[in-house]
């Protein structure tokens, strides 16, 4: 078995920064593609960006390229989310997931097709 745990969630100021982390168990991150998700009140699931084991260039969602950063480290199993420029807009939960399907198709996934999803971290970026 194996699970994933986010954490770095919290409170914010808009235009501030957070960094979350997506910590793996179990499993090794250099055989699965591994991405970042959130859901807003009210919204439907939305894919942020994503990395396969191969640590080829990770793949952003058009909307959020130059103010959210991906990032890994095999040596921790860990990967994580670098998110600037923060807005309102922004407020989510923010899930971890994890498969062994390539980055192409990873952000297309239904939720219950994931080998692994984490259990979320709660963003929320207010005055």
């Known amino acids: 078995q194996g699970q994933l745990v986010e954490s770095g969630g919290g409170l914010v100021q808009p235009g501030g920064s957070l960094r979350l982390s997506c910590a793996a168990s179990?499993?090794?991150?250099?055989?699965?593609?591994i991405g970042w998700f959130r859901q807003a009140p009210g919204k439907e699931r939305e894919g942020i960006a994503c990395?396969?084991?191969?640590?080829?260039?990770?793949y952003y969602a058009d909307s959020l390229k130059g103010r959210f950063t991906l990032s890994k480290d095999n040596a921790r199993n860990t990967v994580y989310l670098q998110m600037d420029s923060l807005e309102p807009e922004d407020t989510a939960v923010y899930y971890c997931?994890?498969?062994?399907?390539?980055?192409?198709?990873?952000?297309?996934?239904?939720?219950?097709?994931?080998?692994?999803w984490g259990q979320g971290t709660q963003v929320t970026v207010s005055s």
């Open positions: 997931a994890a498969d062994t399907v390539s980055w192409y198709h990873f952000l297309l996934l239904d939720k219950g097709e994931f080998d692994y």
């Open positions: 179990g499993f090794s991150l250099e055989s699965y593609t």
């Open positions: 990395i396969d084991g191969s640590d080829n260039s990770p």
